[in-house]
């Protein structure tokens, strides 16, 4: 009676994990969802215009300490800005495939970044979510409540990424991480919307030490406009420093690049 019992366990456990989908599927479930058939490596371009809100994290309360306009900006395939104003200067950080740089408008410094941010062989654009999607997989996938977890192994932070896709829905609800064990953070992703047949999350919230810390309101976003290409060029061209005051930089360049008549 005992081995036919065992017997029964047996066959229970396996169904269960027989029935769980393969981190491919649940992936390639998403990326689908979210696409409406126009698969997201042949997007040519994508901007949004964002609300960036920094909480303070020593307060009992929730209290917004800065409030930052910006827009985000990706041109195929291998380029990423973002381009935001404060105290009436322009500021950015820029990662290309083959130079990253942040410039600081109000002080006219850049700084140059090392390459290994710099954007290369990624199969998926480097927009919200589908970047943490570009990293190789880190074990099998888990179970909690209504949501599958895959992680994900992000090599140049060392760190290991749990992303939560909804069972029902198949979209990312969160995802969380830790700095060698501390500094645990979650980005909590909701309010998706379908526009020109792509879907993403327009609200994204980030906790920090179980504490508010960022909340960020996407107010707009397009697709496959003419980019203008000037906005990836550094502000001056001299590699080789990690710190470079500018004297004159150029004026705040226009995205979208005007179509030929």
């Not at 979510?129 to 949501?147: C, F, K, M, Q, R």
Request: net charge positive; proline share 4%; aromatic share 14%.
């Amino acid at each position: 009676m005992k081995h036919i019992f065992n017997v029964i366990i047996c066959i229970f456990l396996y169904s269960s994990l027989s029935a769980q989908p393969s981190a491919d599927k649940i992936i390639k479930n998403y990326l689908e969802t979210t696409s409406s058939g126009k698969p997201w490596p042949k997007l040519k371009s994508r901007i949004s215009t964002e609300i960036y809100q920094v909480y303070s994290t020593s307060s009992q309360i929730e209290i917004v300490e800065m409030e930052i306009p910006y827009k985000k900006v990706y041109m195929a395939p291998y380029s990423q800005i973002r381009i935001w104003t404060m105290d009436g200067a322009w500021s950015s950080t820029c990662y290309t495939n083959n130079n990253a740089w942040v410039y600081d408008g109000n002080n006219k410094i850049i700084h140059f970044l090392d390459d290994d941010n710099l954007i290369t062989n990624n199969k998926l654009p480097c927009i919200t979510l589908l970047d943490i999607l570009d990293y190789p997989v880190y074990g099998a996938v888990t179970e909690e409540n209504d949501s599958y977890i895959i992680k994900f192994f992000e090599k140049k932070a060392n760190r290991i990424l749990s992303v939560y896709f909804n069972k029902q829905t198949g979209l990312i609800s969160k995802h969380t991480y830790s700095n060698n064990g501390r500094d645990f953070q979650e980005y909590y992703y909701s309010n998706y919307k379908m526009v020109d047949g792509y879907m993403e999350p327009y609200l994204i919230e980030r906790f920090f030490k179980e504490k508010r810390h960022v909340t960020i309101n996407v107010d707009l976003i397009v697709y496959n406009e003419n980019i203008n290409t000037t906005i990836f060029k550094m502000p001056v061209q001299k590699k080789g420093r990690k710190m470079v005051a500018l004297q004159n930089a150029r004026s705040y360049p226009k995205i979208i690049k005007e179509k030929s008549k």
